[in-house]
Nanobody, 121 residues
Framework: QVQLVESGGGLVQAGGSLKLSCVAS????????MGWYRQAPGKQRVLVAT???????NYADSVKGRFTISRDNARNTVTLQMNNLKPEDTAVYYC???????????????WGQGTQVTVSS
């Protein structure tokens, strides 16, 4: 079994900062890409930022220059530093990771349960 557990969400005023963390645990052989998506009420889940195993990053245009994704491979952790938050950043944020489990010869995408981020104006 593999689990992704997010933490760090909450309520913040516009212009403030939050740091989200996600830890992957379980029967993990290796992790390729890790990333964050978000889903606002009534909208589809969309990409926020991803970070490949090789270190390449990809950000949604709406968060470029404000959000930074990073990872600690030794701890199977990915973080999202969010600065200068705006009310439109309000959403449930989901962590995802492409994980190869012991005994399984392919990467499978796993998702966390989500953490709420609310930005007040």
């Amino acid at each position: 079994q593999v689990q992704l557990v997010e933490s760090g969400g909450g309520l913040v005023q516009a212009g403030g900062s939050l740091k989200l963390s996600c830890v992957a645990s379980g029967s993990i052989f290796s992790i390729n890409a890790m990333g964050w998506y978000r889903q606002a009420p009534g909208k589809q889940r969309v990409l926020v930022a991803t970070l490949t195993g090789g270190g390449s990053t990809n950000y949604a245009d709406s968060v470029k220059g404000r959000f930074t994704i990073s990872r600690d491979n030794a701890r199977n952790t990915v973080t999202l530093q969010m600065n200068n938050l705006k009310p439109e950043d309000t959403a449930v944020y989901y962590c995802t990771a492409a994980i190869k489990r012991f005994g399984i010869d392919r990467y499978i995408d796993y998702w966390g349960q989500g953490t709420q981020v609310t930005v007040s104006s």
